[in-house]
């Protein structure tokens, strides 16, 4: 099996970058104050992450919060030789260990770059200034949690599905633009089953049509 890039082989963009795409995404869960607008803009930085590189390393700490401007990202989780995807997310969401971040535990995962991304990046600290400095920003976080606890229970739900024809009915009804771009294999260990099994569901649900 290849192994994935190690961590740190992405490289810096440029020192103020354009952090519109973030704003909108946090606008849309409540209103952000010109202080909140001003810190991010000063501190957030813009990196790259090439195809197959790891952001983060099971066992160690998470120290960043980063925006997909650009790309597709995975977690997972090694279990010997075989690799088991937690969750895959695209452009215009955030990525990072929640665990590993907010605990300042190591992580149970690692977080691999499917794709070329661009991202853009918070580090931890600035994130905990961010919650002193302006409150309403405690909201924010909050109402994205939520958002991020109704995706892992979505996950969980499919998880405990039994036939492999519904795991995927439900895959194609909450991810369907990733049904033709994420690999099939990193697909089918999100869904619990094999390769095999996926290519053969994909085939029958492709006749219906």
Same mark, same amino acid.
């Given at each position: 099996?290849?192994?994935?890039?190690?961590?740190?082989?992405?490289?810096?963009?440029?020192?103020?970058?354009?952090?519109?795409?973030?704003?909108?995404?946090?606008?849309?869960?409540?209103?952000?104050?010109?202080?909140?607008?001003?810190?991010?803009?000063?501190?957030?930085?813009?990196?790259?992450?090439?195809?197959?590189?790891?952001?983060?390393?099971?066992?160690?700490?998470?120290?960043?919060?980063?925006?997909?401007?650009?790309?597709?990202?995975?977690?997972?989780?090694?279990?010997?030789?075989?690799?088991?995807?937690?969750?895959?997310?695209?452009?215009?969401?955030?990525?990072?260990?929640?665990?590993?971040?907010?605990?300042?535990?190591?992580?149970?995962?690692?977080? /691999?770059? =499917?794709? +070329?991304?661009?991202? !853009?990046?918070? #580090?931890?600290?600035? &994130?905990?200034?961010?919650?002193?400095?302006?409150?309403?920003?405690?909201?924010?976080?909050?109402?994205?949690?939520?958002?991020?606890?109704?995706?892992?229970?979505?996950?969980?739900?499919?998880?405990?599905?039994?036939?492999?024809?519904?795991?995927?009915?439900?895959?194609?009804?909450?991810? /369907?633009? =990733?049904? +033709?771009?994420?690999? !099939?294999?990193? #697909?089918?260990?999100? &869904?619990?089953?094999?390769?095999?099994?996926?290519?053969?569901?994909?085939?029958?649900?492709?006749?219906?049509?």
């Amino acid at each position: 099996m290849k192994q994935p890039e190690p961590v740190g082989s992405g490289k810096e963009l440029s020192p103020a970058p354009d952090i519109t795409p973030l704003l909108q995404l946090l606008g849309c869960v409540h209103p952000l104050s010109p202080g909140v607008i001003a810190y991010l803009r000063k501190h957030v930085t813009a990196c790259t992450a090439r195809k197959r590189k790891l952001l983060l390393k099971e066992g160690t700490l998470c120290n960043h919060i980063y925006f997909l401007v650009k790309g597709a990202v995975r977690g997972f989780r090694r279990e010997g030789q075989k690799d088991i995807t937690t969750w895959i997310v695209v452009e215009n969401d955030l990525v990072t260990s929640i665990f590993s971040l907010d605990d300042r535990a190591p992580s149970i995962e690692n977080i /691999q770059a =499917l794709e +070329n991304c661009e991202l !853009l990046a918070l #580090t931890y600290a600035q &994130l905990d200034e961010l919650y002193d400095l302006y409150p309403e920003f405690n909201i924010i976080v909050r109402k994205l949690l939520q958002k991020y606890y109704a995706d892992a229970e979505r996950r969980a739900f499919i998880a405990r599905l039994t036939k492999a024809e519904n795991k995927y009915r439900h895959f194609l009804l909450l991810h /369907q633009p =990733l049904a +033709n771009r994420i690999p !099939l294999k990193y #697909t089918a260990s999100y &869904l619990g089953m094999t390769l095999e099994t996926l290519s053969r569901v994909r085939k029958k649900f492709t006749s219906r049509v």
